[in-house]
């Protein structure tokens, strides 16, 4: 398994970027992949879900109505489309992806042990 980001890179406040994730060895049906962030001094934030089994997507409520997922499982990626962008939002991005075996998508997301595969990040910058 193997998920690659692209896609990061520097924006205005107020701007877009979108974030790729390219995923192998992945079977979309039975996982739940999404995004985390992690800015410089700050925890680790899951901001977005999207699980094709249950046909649900979930956003953390910091970037609720800004931030859009999506996933083509014919190109084997996950999207970030990333508009009204905030200086708040720099931070690396990471995809990651859970099976769930069965389970609500919440539950293996939120899990700390229920996605077991990583991306290597990429870093996003806004400016003020």
């Known amino acids: 398994v193997q998920l690659v980001e692209s896609g990061g890179g520097l924006a205005q406040a107020g701007g877009s970027l979108r974030l790729t994730c390219e995923i192998s060895?992945?079977?979309?049906?039975?996982?739940?992949i999404g995004w985390f962030r992690q800015a410089p001094g700050k925890e680790q934030e899951g901001i977005s879900y999207?699980?094709?089994?249950?046909?649900?997507?979930w956003y953390a409520d910091s970037v609720k109505g800004r931030f859009s997922i999506s996933s083509d499982n014919s190109k084997n990626s996950l999207y970030l489309q990333m508009n009204s962008l905030k200086f708040e939002d720099t931070a690396v991005y990471f995809c990651?992806?859970?099976?769930?075996?069965?389970?609500?998508?919440?539950?293996?997301?939120?899990?700390?042990?229920?996605?077991?595969?990583w991306g290597q990040g990429t870093q996003v910058t806004v400016s003020s």
């Open positions: 999207i699980s094709t089994s249950e046909g649900t997507t």
């Open positions: 990651a992806a859970g099976k769930t075996f069965g389970l609500p998508a919440v539950e293996v997301f939120n899990s700390d042990y229920g996605l077991e595969y």
């Open positions: 060895g992945v079977s979309f049906d039975e996982y739940v």
